[in-house]
T-cell receptor, first 113, second 108 residues
Framework: DADVTQTPRNRITKTGKRIMLECSQT?????MYWYRQDPGLGLRLIYY???????NKGEISDGYSVSRQAQAKFSLSLESAIPNQTALYFC????????????FGPGTRLTVT | RKEVEQDPGPFNVPEGATVAFNCTYS??????FFWYRQDCRKEPKLLMS???SGNEDGRFTAQLNRASQYISLLIRDSKLSDSATYLC?????????FGKGTMLLVSP
């Protein structure tokens, strides 16, 4: 079984809808991250969390919110989806002190129409 | 200026070729440096760390020049399986900044 899982893997939704992307990990890592990847723009950090009570904004947090429900679960929400949020979303984890070695989930391809 | 800039690519090379990727970073306070690999439609994975003294892992060699804020990755004897996008990554305070990546296509 994969160490970092993401659900759903693919999602098509309409403008204005609320959507949640979920991430779970079995690596026992404290730190979790959400990124989006767009062609020509690379990976950009949306939010990150160093433990259940610690949530931090990344480079592009506007329009997104997160919830760290447990050490192993970190969810990303789009309260009112818009077309320019169409992207590939990755969740990642790392162990404290080894933040450079991040383990990524398989990604969620989100399309907002 | 982008924080991490890479050669735009794609690089098309035959099997057995040697290929070099370059990367520059803008934040002189950056602490650590890495190369990640991303296969088509897959998640990125750590390839190797980059040290000022150089770091070699089989056919892969990574170099860092802090004075020039320059990072390189050399791949010798390219294999078909090396075809992927290579991401230059810089670490600041507990977060990573990724370059846009350079695509490598190795052909028979």
């Amino acid at each position: 079984d994969a160490d970092v899982t993401q659900t759903p893997r693919n999602r098509i939704t309409k403008t204005g809808k609320r959507i949640m992307l979920e991430c779970s990990q079995t690596k026992g890592h404290d730190r979790m991250y959400w990124y989006r990847q767009d062609p020509g723009l690379g990976l950009r950090l949306i939010y990150y969390s160093f433990d259940v009570k610690d949530i931090n904004k990344g480079e592009i947090s506007d329009g997104y919110s997160v919830s760290r429900q447990a050490q192993a679960k970190f969810s990303l929400s789009l309260e009112s989806a818009i077309p320019n949020q169409t992207a590939l979303y990755f969740c990642a984890t790392s162990a404290g002190g080894r933040d450079y070695e991040q383990y990524f989930g398989p990604g969620t391809r989100l399309t907002v129409t | 200026r982008k924080e991490v800039e890479q050669d735009p690519g794609p690089f098309n090379v035959p099997e057995g070729a040697t290929v070099a990727f370059n990367c520059t970073y803008s934040n002189s306070a950056s602490q650590s440096f890495f190369w990640y690999r991303q296969d088509c439609r897959k998640e990125p994975k750590l390839l190797m760390s980059v040290y000022s003294s150089g770091n070699e892992d089989g056919r892969f060699t990574a170099q860092l020049n802090r004075a020039s804020q320059y990072i390189s990755l050399l791949i010798r004897d390219s294999k078909l399986s090396d075809s992927a996008t290579y991401l230059c990554v810089v670490s600041g305070y507990s977060t990573l900044t990724f370059g846009k990546g350079t695509m490598l296509l190795v052909s028979p």
